[in-house]
């Protein structure tokens, strides 16, 4: 019986849309773009990011400690190897 659990729910995760989100994951992200206006957008160190459930806002905070808050749309999040 609990093989059949096992497999139903690895079925169920396996066939779910790829752009679902199932499990809220943290990623690690070391800078930023963010555009600022339509003629300015700036590059940032990230320290920390955090996202808002049910929210397409995101906070970024800077390593010199500053913080920006904006729509997803503003914001391109760069991870260096």
């Known amino acids: 019986m609990k093989k059949v659990i096992i ?6 995760l396996l066939l779910t849309s790829c ?4 499990f809220d ?5 070391d800078k930023a773009i963010i555009k600022i206006s339509e003629e300015k ?5 990230i320290q920390t990011w955090g996202d808002y459930e049910n929210s397409d806002t ?6 010199n ?3 920006y808050l904006t729509h997803y749309s503003n914001v ?4 260096e190897d």
């Open 7 to 12: 497999a139903s729910i690895l079925s169920t």
């Open 19 to 22: 752009n679902q989100q199932i």
């Open 25 to 29: 994951t943290t990623y690690k992200f």
């Open 41 to 45: 957008t700036i590059e940032v160190n």
């Open 58 to 63: 995101i906070q970024i905070t800077d390593i």
């Open 65 to 67: 400690g500053k913080v």
């Open 76 to 79: 391109i999040l760069i991870k």
